[in-house]
């Protein structure tokens, strides 16, 4: 065979040999491709409205366990919700965490939270997560009248929270309508009694309370006999009792139950921003303050709220949160706004 004719059928024999082990190696299995690491790493930074102890424990253990750097920017519910709104895309949060319902459902109703994972929202029952499954429940609180036995005997006590309307309340109970606290509230007022009846039990309130700056407050005019009754979360209450007890030792709690709006459990809330540069991690955040290990530190800390996953008990000194008899309310349908449209309407802000 002449030469060129050999050159040319050993060009042709590897083409034809290149050209098959590409194919082959095009038909492998995928499982035999490394897949993308969903490890976390790096690091979060977490725009905060929960308690600041708690969410740096919480944090703390995260870093602990995953290596993840966590940057921690405290703030107030309401402030935070609204300036992730106005960051919109440029926002740099990964992860938002809250006290209060209503702040979560703000940036929820403006598109910026990502879909938390399935894994992460199987571990919160869904009478503490929103029906939307853009955020979750991390803890919850229980609202509760503290009330001064010396100015109040139990027969006394209102049956509702919407009995504080009655003009013999004049002047002897107290509230904070300035905070997101009562804020979120009055949003459970509205969502189970509607707008009318709760624009009117608001102008009754403003007609009827005494205002104080902060629930502490609130507890201490009670404590000190100021006024006979106040409307404020549990976990003040029992954190004071846990400590020296001086600014609560002269006051006992009682729980409306019955699904009254002033049993209402307020829905600690976490969600990952559309936003983040790192939602790997970010999801991780959420997936281990969720699980047992985070909500264990939350039962165990100083705050004295409610874990929500399933599984965790409360601190043995609360009682439980099925014995609180609250109304069922879904957490995506509060609404910040027409709440505070409400009570400026009544005169409250």
Request: with cysteine.
């Amino acid at each position: 065979m002449p030469r060129n004719r050999k050159l040319l059928v050993a060009i042709a024999l590897a083409a034809t040999t290149l050209t098959a082990l590409a194919a082959c190696s095009s038909s492998m299995p995928a499982s035999t491709v490394p897949p993308k690491s969903d490890k976390p790493s790096g690091s979060i930074t977490v725009y905060n409205a929960q308690h600041e102890a708690l969410t740096q424990a919480w944090a703390d253990a995260f870093t602990k366990k995953t290596g993840v750097t966590v940057t921690l920017r405290n703030g107030d519910d309401s402030e935070f919700s609204n300036q992730i709104v106005q960051e919109g895309s440029a926002s740099p949060a990964d992860v938002f965490l809250t006290e209060n319902s209503p702040a979560m459902s703000l940036v929820d109703r403006a598109g910026l939270f990502s879909k938390v994972d399935g894994a992460t929202l199987s571990q919160v029952p869904s009478a503490y997560r929103p029906s939307s499954g853009r955020w979750t429940g991390i803890a919850a609180r229980s609202t509760v009248l503290v009330y001064n036995p010396s100015k109040l005997s139990t027969a006394q006590l209102p049956k509702s929270l919407l009995d504080l309307a009655d003009a013999s309340w004049k002047g002897r109970w107290a509230a904070s309508p300035s905070g997101a606290d009562f804020q979120a509230i009055v949003s459970a007022v509205l969502k189970v009694k509607g707008k009318s009846a709760t624009l009117s039990w608001l102008k009754s309130m403003k007609t009827n309370s005494v205002a104080y700056k902060g629930n502490s407050t609130v507890m201490k005019a009670v404590n000190a006999g100021e006024i006979p009754a106040g409307v404020i979360y549990h976990y003040y209450w029992f954190g004071d009792q846990a400590g020296t007890g001086e600014n609560s030792k002269n006051t006992k709690l009682y729980y409306f139950k019955n699904q009254d709006p002033g049993a209402f459990v307020s829905v600690s809330g976490g969600g990952v921003l559309k936003t983040s540069k790192n939602p790997v991690a970010a999801q991780a955040f959420l997936a281990f303050i969720t699980g047992k290990a985070g909500q264990d530190i939350l039962r165990t800390g100083t705050s004295f709220e409610y874990p929500v996953a399933k599984g965790v008990s409360a601190n043995p000194a609360l009682p439980s949160l099925t014995s609180l008899d609250a109304p069922t309310i879904d957490p995506a349908n509060l609404n910040s706004k027409d709440v505070t449209d409400l009570m400026t309407q009544a005169g409250l802000l």
